[in-house]
């Protein structure tokens, strides 16, 4: 099969390591990837929102698959693109259609998702300009702290937690008045769940689904989750607390309720599900989907998969998922992520990194970075994600630190607290 991937972050490098390994892939390509995945395919300059560049070269390389990693392409309608072109209509898309990445796209019909199909998740109203005097008096009702959420897309930016409640109403005010764009012309504000955090992930061709390995991300740039939210800063797959009894409720509760409303609402859904969950108590609750993977979370959910990925993404596409399994290695896998120095805000590019190839322990993916004449540069603010397995949390640990303690790049920053909090619970 000839494949196409659509990205270029660690979580495309982790997809496209992983399919490069199968003995069903004849060539594979990634739009637009970065210096890791040229070691494992080839990369074409092709924008992810490029989707007339992309069915272009879809056709005349034969490709076969297209695999969608963000869900910007996904929520503006790629898998929708390439149905309704004749040189394309015939080409697998792992990627929801547009009306099925509103899971992601709004967080409105997502709640309205929720409601009707009985899974649960925060109570919840929404407010737009013309509403938000009723908004101020529903947050009145609520108690502290206050969860205010951009309906659409607001690049991991659009929830803000508040727990003044005068500041609560200003800030609904302030995100209405479109302080993220239009992505805030609605604000969903919704109850505040308290407990920790995992994620679930599956593959599903819109009747069935395969589970893939849990996770549990690190999203603050501080050690002991201190400072600014970035994309993450680190994974860990399996999540401890997550065991066999939560794992059960979470599968009937909440996965099977989602595919069977998506069947049932007519929703063409062929692709990944993230689900954002918190536990409280012992009983799962929804705080997001994503259409896409997680990243960081693909870096550890990927290499724990012993079982042919590309097999798993072709039945994906092609509806033919029933009966299928991921396979899953019992190790713990974790990844540090290293980012460039003054991220989450501004920081530099370009610098070159230095010491990849004394990496013996550990698989580097590359987040942001650009080759360079044989040279690898920096080219985001998360640059690597160092991802290790062993037979336990602290030994992973160990392998990924020490290999980081080899890799130089000016500015270079990462949490060494990544996992810790699992340890002690
Ligand atoms: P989201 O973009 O919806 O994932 O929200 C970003 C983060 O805000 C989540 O990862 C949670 O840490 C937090 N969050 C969102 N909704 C809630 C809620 N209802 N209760 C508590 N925390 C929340
Ligand atoms: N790491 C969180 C995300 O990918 O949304």
């Not at 990693?69 to 929708?80: N, Y």
């Not at 149905?83 to 792992?94: E, P, R």
């Not at 062929?270 to 918190?278: E, M, N, S, T």
């Amino acid at each position: 099969m000839n494949v196409l991937i659509i990205g270029s972050g660690g979580r495309e490098h982790a997809i496209a390591w992983k399919v490069a390994q199968s003995p069903k892939l004849t060539k594979l390509f990634i739009a637009p990837g970065n210096a890791g995945t040229a070691a494992v395919g080839t990369n074409v300059p092709i924008k992810v929102t490029d989707f007339q560049a992309i069915g272009e070269f879809v056709k005349s390389n034969n490709i076969d698959l297209v695999v969608v990693g963000p869900e910007e392409p996904l929520v503006k309608g790629i898998a929708d693109f390439l149905a309704a072109n004749a040189d394309t209509k015939n080409v697998g898309v792992v990627g929801a259609s547009a009306e099925g990445a509103q899971l992601e796209g709004s967080k409105e019909f997502a709640k309205q998702f929720m409601q009707k199909h009985g899974i649960p998740t925060a109570a919840y109203r929404s407010f737009t300009k013309a509403t938000v005097a009723d908004g101020k008096r529903f947050l009145e009702t609520l108690k502290a702290p206050y969860v205010l959420k951009a309906d659409g897309l607001a690049a991991g930016k659009g929830v803000l937690i508040i727990n003044d409640l005068k500041e609560a109403q200003e800030s609904l005010e302030t995100m209405l008045d479109g302080q993220f764009g239009d992505a805030s012309a609605k604000v969903v504000i919704e109850e505040f769940l308290s407990g920790i955090e995992c994620s679930f992930f599956v593959l599903t061709d819109g009747r069935d689904y395969v589970l893939l390995p849990e996770a549990k991300d690190y999203k603050r740039i501080g050690e002991h989750d201190t400072g600014l939210n970035t994309g993450g800063m680190g994974a860990v797959s399996p999540v401890p607390f997550c065991t066999d009894e939560f794992k059960q409720k979470v599968i009937s509760r909440i996965i099977e309720p989602t595919i069977r409303g998506l069947h049932d609402d007519n929703i063409d859904y062929r692709g990944f599900i993230f689900f954002g969950l918190i536990k409280c108590g012992n009983d799962p609750y929804v705080i997001e989907y994503n259409v896409r993977m997680g990243d960081p979370e693909t870096e550890v959910v990927i290499p724990r998969l012993d079982c042919d990925l590309l097999e798993l993404l072709a039945a994906t596409a092609e509806r033919r998922l029933a009966g299928m399994k991921a396979t899953m290695k019992a190790q713990t896998a974790i990844t540090v992520v290293m980012v460039s120095g003054g991220y989450p805000e501004s920081y530099k590019k370009g610098f070159e990194i230095t010491g990849l190839d004394s990496v013996t322990e550990s698989t580097v993916f590359h987040a942001g970075t650009k080759p360079d004449s044989g040279r690898v540069l920096t080219d985001g603010g998360r640059v690597l994600a160092v991802t290790s397995l062993a037979d336990g949390i602290q030994p992973a640990l160990d392998k990924s630190y020490r290999s980081i303690g080899g890799i130089k790049f000016d500015g270079a920053y990462f949490r060494r607290d990544i996992g810790q909090d699992l340890q002690k619970l």
